[in-house]
């Protein structure tokens, strides 16, 4: 089965948000209570984050009232609440707990050598003995207090910046008798009267007990994303808020999930960007009042407030002692229900408590989920729910699931299963801890593969049946993993497979080797490029899949990306520039670094220009030309014998070996001896044959006299296109005119490539654009490229106008689109694929008279399942100078007698594309 994935898989509408109340100053020094709004500044800043962190902020000079910079420090800096300060004794005079042991402790700690540090410490000392010296005087500080990166070593705890009240603050304390080695961001902390820190440490989720290495976690990871994430779906379901989940997904290699609840199944967001379900929030807000829950529960002294960010419109937490949870549940049901709230009270962790609305909780939103699934026909065939505490009880209440209680389970939810499920056969206590649980429960449910990638030890060894491509990308990446920690043994023989795996697994059917200007590109008679689009649409419908495209150029690789942004040139598979002193490989052109050394051989830079100086005849390049092994020069035509065979007996006298190449009727290039395209050409041809894949035919295609080497290779075939210069005619005549693997072309330039193409037999040679009617040509042996690169080449002729049976056209195209196919705009819009056709009619010649021209690149397609393609590709249009490039990937099925069926177009704009408006896009 295949399932379509996109950002906008679970999408629905955006709520707007209220707009911020005006600014009120306070006139009270300490910082109001209020309801998830912001302190109001009395200033403004651009960006309050960046100002908090500002040396004005961090120095300024402490003082007795409110100023905006200790707003921006509450507001922006100090993300995390403390609970208030409270004594042992409350009655106990403040003196007791600053005795002078405890200052002179704080004095001996030794302080960064930040003089805000310093002279924050210094400040609270001189506060706390101006304190200690008041018979009476105990520790005022505010209802809520804030720290912020919280250090720790063994021995004590160090706290940068622990505010104790507006005028004065901590840079350090000292715990005696304690030896601490972690604290996080999500510490719960008290302060003491005796300067004592008690730490409730957060439960982080996932493995953080015995697992520092996440292996658990990544285990599953990589079994779901090679056998599950195609046609599963994903779904975390925590009591953690938004914030802190995103908060987790720093610290933990967690996957993407396809729907996430948060905060004890009160908010539910779907697809990466967490787009919120507004529906669930209307159910969540039915008989619910939160500020009645607020005030009801202040009621009990037994409930203290979580944090801030574990606070939530439809969520209120508490953490309370054990022994009092049932009695205060009871007795805080009924108050509610007095108040006319239907409310849910979950107990989790042996000290959570939380208030939630009766529709709320995690079973409630996976039921809901359920129905939404199945009222759009996708429920799944089967569900498993996990978990490991008491907010997860409702998850295993679901008809008609598979559960799994990992074994680090916690003792509510054990006894709930004691009393509720011990029968059920659909749940079970795993063995295995977290995610190791989850693993162990689809095996034993039989919902699935359950072996992880990462349980295979030697990835050469193990061959997996029914492999897919997502199984290759999962264990090519985890082999990255192993041999980067030194983990992989067998060091060639993987270096050997890796290769073999490569897009080309076999010799390729066929190999060009041709040069650009003149030769594959028309430099003088045509303007619209139309001899190069022919052999693209021929190459990448007949010979992209299984041969190999080499650009032999003697421009430097900066003017050869110059050209490929002037003309509609594909991407060649290797890259030789410089007349074939530089080879580069694939789209970001690597370059070999084997063939660098060899250049380097009896090379010397230095010497050459310093001997060419002495030739008045001979006149630089653009420095554009001027590449470490190529100096280019422009000559006399009449001058070039001489001025080369006295330029080689100087450069020999001085220990260099070189190559001297003229070419065009005036360029000349003094180059290594190894080097010039049919160096380049012997070694790229080892290189292969190395590789057992020395292609079975190699046509090379010139037009002047630094192609001359190309055709010296052996066993070649050779084409001279018809606007060859005089220099190469002189050669063949004098060299290759009795070859009959070397012919002279009729036509110019691409035109006289296809020609030999046809000439040698050498495979298809009837370019898609040779073709003028497309419902009448039906071509043999159609397969997955032939159909992409057809429609796209269609899209060019329509909106020129250039097809005249318009409605005969849409009939054909809409019959072979899926009636559900769907297509995803590169603004990430989704439209129905034939919609798209009809929408596609209204364009009918509106580029007509314009340089409007479509070309694909790169079309490579993959059998996915037999009967199933995946094609990708780089779809170029070009209106007049502006180009646009979409990345395509489309997916097609195959069906006797009735072609291929469009079912999915997905395009995304390219990094290449140098204009990226979606409102011009169509497809």
């Known amino acids: 089965m295949y399932e379509r994935r996109t950002k906008r898989r679970f999408d629905v509408g955006g709520s707007s948000t209220a707009p911020s ?28 984050h960046k100002a908090a962190k500002s040396s004005a902020c961090r120095n300024h000079v402490i003082e007795d009232t409110w100023d905006d910079y ?44 930040d003089s805000r540090h310093s002279h924050l410490c210094q400040t609270c000392l001189h506060a706390l003995r101006e304190i200690s010296s008041a018979s009476q005087s105990i520790l005022s500080l505010p209802s809520r207090l804030e720290y912020r990166d919280v250090v720790v070593r063994a021995g004590g705890v160090h706290l940068d910046t622990l505010q104790l009240a507006h005028k004065f603050s901590v840079s350090a304390l000292s715990i005696d008798e304690e030896v601490l080695t972690s604290i996080d961001g999500d510490a719960l902390m008290s302060i003491d009267g005796d300067l004592c820190i008690s730490i409730d440490t957060r439960d982080r989720g996932v493995d953080h007990h015995n697992d520092p290495e996440n292996l658990s976690l990544l285990r599953f990871s990589s079994l779901w994303e090679e056998a599950f994430r195609h046609d599963s779906l ?72 979580q944090r801030d960010c574990d606070q939530r419109p439809n969520k209120v937490s508490f953490f309370i002692d054990k022994s009092k949870a049932q009695e205060v549940t009871k007795e805080l049901y009924q108050r509610l229900e007095k108040r006319g709230l239907e409310i849910k009270i979950i107990f989790s962790g042996g ?71 011990k029968d059920n056969a659909k749940i079970i206590h795993a063995s295995e801890r977290c995610v190791g649980g989850i693993l162990e429960a689809i095996g034993h449910f039989e919902l699935g593969p359950n072996l992880s990638p990462r349980d295979v030890s030697d ?32 060091c060639d023989a993987y270096i050997a497979s890796l290769k073999a795996s490569c897009r080309l697994t076999s010799p390729p059917r066929l190999m060009i080797v041709s040069d650009l200007d003149d030769t594959m590109v028309e430099h003088r008679n045509d303007n619209e490029n139309h001899s190069l689009l022919r052999f693209n649409s021929l190459w990448e419908e007949a010979y992209r899949h299984d041969s190999l495209l080499v650009f032999s150029t003697g421009r430097a690789k900066t003017m050869y990306k110059k050209l490929r942004k ?45 001997e060419t100086r002495k030739f008045p005849e001979l006149t630089l390049q653009a420095e554009t030309e001027q590449m470490p092994h190529k100096l280019s020069f422009h000559v006399d035509k009449s001058k070039v014998k001489e001025v080369t065979k006295e330029l080689y007996q100087r450069l020999e006298k001085r220990g260099l070996e070189i190559k001297i190449i003229f070419s065009g009727g005036i360029a000349l290039d003094v180059l290594p001896k190894g080097g010039g395209k049919g160096q380049a050409l012997a070694y790229l041809l080892k290189k292969l044959k190395t590789e057992g894949k020395l292609p079975l035919n190699t046509l090379v295609c010139g037009d002047s006299g630094n192609d001359t080497e190309l055709f010296t290779i052996p066993n070649v075939y050779g084409v001279m296109v018809s606007n060859a210069r005089e220099e190469l005619l002189e050669w063949y005549a004098a060299n290759g005119k009795d070859n009959s693997n070397i012919i002279h072309a009729c036509e110019r330039c691409a035109g006289g490539i296809i020609e030999a193409i046809g000439h040698f037999k050498l495979g298809p040679k009837l370019s898609p654009r040779d073709v003028s009617d ?109 180009r646009k490039c979409c990345t395509t990937t489309v997916k097609l099925t195959s069906k006797e007698n009735e072609g291929f069926v469009w079912e999915n177009v997905q395009q995304t704009w390219s990094e290449e594309s140098e204009v990226k408006d979606d409102s011009t896009w169509i497809i």
Not at 33 to 47: S, V
Not at 777 to 800: I, T
Request: charged residues 30%.
């Open 351 to 421: 000290k959570a408590l939380d208030v939630l609305p009766k529709g709320g909780g995690k079973g409630q939103a996976l039921a809901y989920l359920l129905n939404k699934l199945k009222a759009e026909g996708r429920l799944p065939v089967n569900t498993l729910v996990c978990g490991d505490s008491g907010n997860d009880t409702e998850l295993f209440t679901i008809p008609n699931v598979y559960g799994v209680m990992v074994r680090n389970s916690q003792e509510e939810l054990l006894e709930w299963y004691a009393e509720n499920a």
């Open 459 to 490: 990835l050469f060894e193990c061959k997996e049946d029914n492999v897919n491509p997502v199984h290759e990308v999962v264990m090519f990446f985890l082999f990255y993993e192993r041999w980067r920690r030194g983990e992989v043994e067998n």
């Open 70 to 113: 200790d707003i921006i420090l509450y507001n922006e800096w100090l993300k995390v609440s403390i609970k208030p300060t409270r004594f042992v004794d409350p009655d106990r005079p403040c003196r007791d707990a600053t005795r002078s042991s405890d200052l002179e402790d704080l004095s001996r700690i030794s302080l960064r050598p």
């Open 774 to 882: 497309f419902l009448e040509c039906k071509a043999d042996n159609v397969n997955p490229g032939h159909a992409v690169v057809e429609f796209f080449l269609f899209n060019e002729r329509w909106r020129r106008g250039e097809i005249e049976n318009c409605a005969a056209y849409t009939k054909s195209l809409k019959a072979s689109c899926d009636p559900a196919g769907v297509f995803v705009h590169p603004s990430g819009a989704e439209k129905s694929l034939r919609g798209t056709i009809d929408e596609l009619g209204k364009y009918h010649g509106d580029k007509k008279d314009k340089k409007f021209r479509v070309w694909t690149d790169q079309v490579l397609a993959t059998e996915t399942t037999h009967g199933t393609w995946i094609v990708k590709l780089d779809k170029w249009e070009q209106t007049g100078n502006e």
């Open 566 to 610: 002037e003309r509609p040139l594909l991407t060649p598979d290797v890259i030789v520039t410089s007349v074939g002193t530089e080879i580069s490989y694939g789209k970001s052109m690597v370059p070999d670094e084997n063939w660098v050394e060899i250049m380097n051989n009896k090379w010397n830079r230095g010497i050459v220009e310093e």
């Open 21 to 48: 109340p005006p600014p009120v100053r306070d006139q009270y020094p300490w910082l109001r209570e209020r309801e998830d709004e912001p302190i109001p500044l009395f200033y403004h800043f651009e960006d309050t």
């Open 234 to 305: 994903l779904v975390f379901s925590t009591g953690r808020t938004m914030p802190m989940y995103k908060k987790l997904r720093k610290e933990r290699p967690m996957l993407t999930p396809d729907v996430i609840i948060t905060s004890v199944g009160t908010e539910i967001a779907y697809g990466k960007s967490m787009v919120t379900d507004d529906s669930w929030v209307e159910i969540m807000n039915h008989k619910w009042d939160r500020g009645i829950v607020e005030e009801e529960t202040s009621k009990f002294p037994e409930l203290t407030l």
